[in-house]
């Protein structure tokens, strides 16, 4: 006597068909090559930066400063790491909050490292402190001179420009740096010893 097979039931062909399923994504995963490592992110350089704006005249202090890493590609020339090795330096020229404070910015030896040949900073001191204080840093200005009894300015100095400017309420007196060359330079120095010296700021071209 033939006796017939029961038909599978649908429900039990769909569960071998899900557990061949698995058991083939499993044997996948197991012979997937391993992930490459992630390379870590090249270390930055520290350098000193600006906390907030600031203008120039500033006597830098550690509450001024901040730190920040910058892609070793991107550091600027003359930055220092440490706070501390600028604490006291005075600015030469403003600076943006953020903006790496670099030897061409302060007053000293950096800030006439860049002038060009011939050039020389020549101290300048203004009679009018107000006058004074409408220059800044990057500025081109002329420098007149009254002679006791004119009636009239000289100019001893035409589109110099300003390395250093007196910084707000300072004590400095109205003293300006200026980028000359050095027969100016004499001029200027000749014309502070009998003359009243003043500035004209040209329009910019």
Known sequence: MVR???????????????????????????LRP???????PPA?????????????????????????????GTVPAGVVADPAELAGRVLAAPLRAGEPVTDVRLLGPGLTALLPAGQVAAPVRLADLAVAGLAAAGDRVDVLATAPGAVRAEAVARGALVLAAPRSGGDDGGLLVLAVDEATA???AAAATTATLTLSLPRSP
């Open 34 to 40: 391993p992930p490459a490592p992630v390379a870590a």
């Open 186 to 188: 004499a001029t200027l």
């Open 4 to 30: 017939l097979r029961r038909p599978r039931s649908p429900a039990l062909l769909l569960r071998r068909c899900l557990a061949a399923a698995l058991a083939v994504g499993a044997l996948l995963l197991a």
């Open 44 to 72: 930055g350089t520290p350098v000193v930066t600006a906390a907030g704006d600031l203008p120039a005249g500033t006597v830098l202090g550690a509450d001024l400063l901040a730190t920040a890493e910058l892609p070793a």
